[in-house]
């Protein structure tokens, strides 16, 4: 088969973004397939490039098959990178070099290299479009994303320093600035620190000094809240914290829906009276929204881990089918979405605590409610602004058929 799967080749120059993703990963365990909000790293990096003035073909670089289905799904070519040069020890270099020598078997024409890091969640199409354009224009070799920094910057020497600052082995040594002389910020130059988000260059000059920094260098300014690079878990953590903040809304384009029921169709409370029989609480408006959706024709299935009647009460009074004393979601919601047709990329899932998890990390939309447990919300693609019990399925049905 093929190293290169999807994409007709063609004779025109073209921009090509490469997305070196390994499976291997110390620091994270399959880092490139974690989530943030709600969306893979390596997904998030083809959606940056797709919304990216200039490129014209993305490629995923892996060696790993879930990486290759995630990017294949995304509209990538994926290019399958052999074992030699797929080691911790391998370097970025190695796998551009590589992709390119693919893409030229192939026929195409490729004279500009976007390279993007998947471990960087945030990178800036707009920026990324404007490196692009140098270097198709003419007015650069190499860009690379750095945003402005008035930091003073310091290193451990062996002795003191030029500076006179510390003696002995540890001493403090200033890198940047003069340590004797503190200037206010607007009396100082800013200095630039790189992303690691991207970097863009000539093919041809790539090739010939096989390092992604020749030739005439220049940056591009971005955001320094988009600057943070996953490498550990605490990283991963600030990540999906800052995501919830600065990721726009997207319209939930689905063709299912599936909720859990305590603590989304309720307010995860019950009233037991003295006979030990529970009683819940429902939201009307949620079982309005419920017949809305069901008007419309979208599929929908209740799904919960409880075998407490009152669930299947209710699912027959919303009119919806349900799964309920179900222990693995995943597998029935699989099993569900093959019987009804709906690939697991077109359904929403609506949970709020951990046993909703594995469900949620296999559907395109997981979703949360606002009060859901804080690893819910870590992984959510959209955390709805209602809490369980009081209209979160309604908002959600309603930014449904609003898409």
């Not at 490469?18 to 990096?45: F, Y």
């Not at 726009?248 to 003295?274: Q, R, S, Y």
């Not at 799964?323 to 047709?341: M, P, T, V, Y």
Request: include cysteine; proline fraction near 4%; charge should be negative.
């Amino acid at each position: 088969m093929d190293a290169v799967t999807d994409a007709e080749p063609t004779t025109a120059a073209r921009c090509v973004a490469i997305i070196p993703a390994r499976g291997g990963s110390k620091g994270v365990p399959r880092k490139n397939l974690q989530r943030v909000g709600g969306v893979a790293l390596v997904a998030r990096a083809i959606r940056a490039a797709r919304a990216s003035a200039g490129i014209d073909l993305i490629v995923v670089s892996t060696d790993d098959d879930e990486i290759a289905a995630v990017g294949d799904a995304a509209g990538a070519l994926v290019i399958r990178r052999p074992a030699e040069i797929s080691g911790d020890e391998a370097s970025s270099e190695s796998a551009i070099l590589h992709a390119l020598d693919e893409l030229e078997r192939r026929g195409e024409n490729i004279d500009v290299v976007a390279f993007l890091q998947a471990t960087s969640p945030f990178i800036p199409s707009d920026a990324l479009a404007d490196a692009v354009r140098m270097v198709r224009a003419g007015e650069a070799d190499s860009v690379f994303s750095a945003h402005e920094t008035y930091g003073f910057l310091w290193r451990r020497s062996d002795g003191a320093g030029d500076d006179g600052v510390g003696e002995g082995s540890g001493a403090a040594e200033a890198i940047n600035h003069d340590a004797a002389h503190r200037p206010r910020r607007q009396d100082r130059a800013p200095h630039h620190l790189e992303t690691g988000a991207f970097y863009v260059f000539g093919a041809e000059g790539f090739r010939a000094r096989r390092h992604r920094f020749f030739g005439r260098i220049r940056i591009a300014e971005v955001p320094e809240w988009t600057a943070i690079e996953i490498d550990d878990e605490h990283q991963l953590r600030v990540a999906r914290a800052l995501a919830a903040v600065h990721d726009l809304p997207e319209p939930i384009v689905v063709k299912a829906v599936v909720t859990d029921f305590d603590g989304v169709h309720t307010d995860d409370t019950a009233i037991i009276d003295t006979d030990g029989r529970e009683r819940v609480r429902v939201s009307r408006e949620d079982g309005m929204g419920v017949s809305l959706l069901r008007k419309a024709g979208l599929p929908m299935l209740i799904l919960s881990t409880e075998v407490n009647p009152i669930v299947r009460a209710r699912a027959e009074k919303l009119r919806v089918p349900v799964l309920h004393g179900i222990d693995d979601k995943e597998s029935a919601l699989r099993g569900w979405a093959e019987e009804i047709g709906v690939a697991l990329d077109d359904i929403a899932y609506l949970g709020n605590d951990v046993n909703d998890l594995p469900a949620m990390r296999i559907v395109g939309w997981p979703v949360a409610v606002a009060d859901a447990h804080p690893l819910v919300l870590d992984e959510a693609r959209v955390v709805l602004s209602r809490t369980g019990g009081k209209g979160a399925v309604r908002e959600l049905i309603e930014r449904v058929l609003s898409s």
